[in-house]
């Protein structure tokens, strides 16, 4: 009688081989899909990231000691030296090192030193972020970007933007932040989904120029040098 019991819960091979194949025909199915939407979780996250960067360079303008003083930081944002002194951030306590570091490039292979949190606000150089910071920009240049991610281990390159795109999400797209808050993702050329705006819209690349100055290459002054 256990014997027949045994044989009865017991499974053969072919039943065994028919679970193993739909497992891995439902592995294959996800698999993909799951990649997909951690890379959008990591954009999410980047874009958050900057949000907070934002949010410090505009309370730093409203600081009422001082009534002359920009609507952003004129000058580098974090990070010291003798020469240039301290960030205008470096004191800001909202903030803290890893914000400064997009979740999606901090995975880049062969990145070297680049995209690594640094030890601390003062002490960070232009290798302990992955976002742009643009200095001079205005109260009154609203439609204008002031952050945006970096192109992965380069610099972007603001004469040919839409060209020099999106290194630091393998090459698909990246966020900016504009003066006046609002945030967005926006697809590299070389993206084949195109789910949302293309570089090639003029309004998005002009958007990455200096106010009345078109092509201008925009120098990163989020971090200061490391001497």
Not at 13 to 32: D, M, Q, T
Request: charged share 15%; net charge positive; glycine share 10%.
């Amino acid at each position: 009688m256990n014997q027949i019991r045994r044989r009865i819960q017991s499974f053969t091979l072919v039943e065994l081989l028919v679970v193993v194949a739909i497992i891995a025909l439902l592995a294959a199915l996800l698999l993909p899909n799951l990649g997909k939407v951690r890379e959008n979780a990591r954009r999410v996250n980047c874009l958050s990231n900057m949000n907070g960067i934002y949010k410090a360079c505009a309370a730093w303008g409203l600081d009422p000691r001082d009534q002359f003083r920009a609507a952003f930081p004129g000058s580098y944002l974090v990070g010291s030296n003798a020469t240039i002194g301290i960030g205008a951030l470096v004191k800001d306590k909202s903030l803290g090192p890893g914000i400064f570091i997009c979740p999606t490039a901090a995975g880049i292979r062969d990145k070297g030193t680049m995209h690594t949190v640094g030890e601390s606000l003062d002490k960070m150089t232009t290798n302990n972020t992955s976002y742009h910071y643009i200095a001079g920009r205005q109260d009154v240049d609203g439609n204008y970007v002031l952050l945006c991610d970096m192109n992965g281990i380069r610099a972007v390159d603001f004469t040919d933007v839409k060209n020099n795109w999106g290194g630091n999400h393998s090459g698909d797209g990246g966020n900016f932040v504009r003066c006046s808050g609002s945030g967005m993702w926006v697809d590299s050329v070389s993206n084949k989904d195109m789910t949302t705006n293309n570089m090639s819209v003029p309004y998005i690349t002009n958007a990455f120029n200096l106010r009345g100055e078109s092509g201008n290459l925009c120098s990163n002054m989020i971090a200061v040098p490391a001497t």
